[in-house]
């Protein structure tokens, strides 16, 4: 990690503290001292005591806060490309998992995978994260369902936070899957994760939170509560998998346990965002997801704004639902699929993210005494972000005050 010392000013800047489009200051300043955010405002009224500071000219790039991703399984062996030709010839997503196929197969290729050969593969897909903004991710592990393997998983992820200029959080997700070893075993499986694997892997320090798939094809509604009846023990935040296929109550349930987010949403109904809503549960859609296996129904994107729920969005970035590297690409597609507006889009990527992974402190905004984690993009206006799909408008990142990317090919 690096940190700088000195003092900088970034000039002609749009700046857009909150990625709000309602709140933006056209010609702004941007002072940063010892990697954190000291002073931001009209240009005119810089204080005098940045006047000599080391100065950077946007050239009038809007900029905004660092982009966060909030549910990855960034961390995986292998590829699903064969599956997906299946699915073009008619099985389902649910089918291709009752057949072994499917999250199992994954969890194949990473088990069989070196830990250095994952975290090289998986190092290339955040690479694409980075060069789009991405300052602050969320990586699961699921796809070992033993220890060795999900402590492989988390090591990687861990290893991928020192290496890139990225805040990386990482998330437990040992009931992704049954296990073939345990077929006709879930309870077995289940206490395997809660007694054995989770303490072991959060004593390593190698745990941020815990995560559950209930689901039908996943966890019940009991084997999810003792998982996070377990995480609670050891003081760990949950999130859920839940109402992705079918609705069967894990939201409500995670919200008992006040989850920092619930994920994927499709089934969920009013109860489930009234709960929500009492405990203060980030709602995280994944419209890449939604787009992949061809979902039709629609999050309750009503339900959740009249409750008042905040909305993040991610990419999910995995091999079987989601098999996308572009988070910019997700604002397109919450916008087209699920009638997003922009600024819930962009709130959804910066400030709501960040609050699904407990971050909502230091990430998603520029304020005063926040780490200095911004982004400065080459469009015309806060729209294009969400308005293009393909391309990169990114012209640079700055993390903790440094530059750490800037565009290969001069997107003026
Ligand atoms: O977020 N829903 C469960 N887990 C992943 C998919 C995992 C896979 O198919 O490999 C998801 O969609
Ligand atoms: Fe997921």
Known sequence: MTTSLSTRVWRNVRLSPCADPAHVIDNAALAVREGRIAWFGPAGTLPPEFANAESHDLGGRWVTPGLVDCHTHLVHGGQRADEFALRLAGASYEEIARRGGGIVSTVRATRAADEDTLFTQAARRLEDLLAEGVTAIEIKSGYGLDLATERKMLR???????????????????????????????????????????PALAAEGLVDAVDVFCENIGFSLAQSERVFAAASRAGLPVKVHAEQLSNLGGTQLAARYRALSADHLEYLDEAGVAA????????????????????????????????????????????????????????????TLFRMTVAETLAGVTRHGARALGLADSHGEIAVGRPADFVAWSVDTLAELVYRFGGNPCHCVVRHGEIVRTAEKENA
């Open 156 to 198: 990687v992820a861990r290893r991928l936070g020192q290496a890139y200029p990225v805040t990386v959080k990482t998330t437990f997700l040992g009931a992704h899957a049954l296990p073939p070893e345990y077929a006709g075993r879930a309870d077995e499986y289940i206490a395997l994760v809660t007694d054995e694997m989770l």
């Open 276 to 335: 929500m809503k009492a405990a203060g549960t980030v709602a995280v859609l994944l419209p890449g997801a939604f787009y992949f296996i061809r979902e039709t129904k629609l999050p309750p994107l009503d339900l959740l704004r009249r409750f008042d729920v905040p909305i993040a969005l991610a990419t999910d970035a995995n091999p079987g639902t989601s098999p996308t590297t572009s988070l910019l690409l997700m604002l397109n597609m919450a916008a």
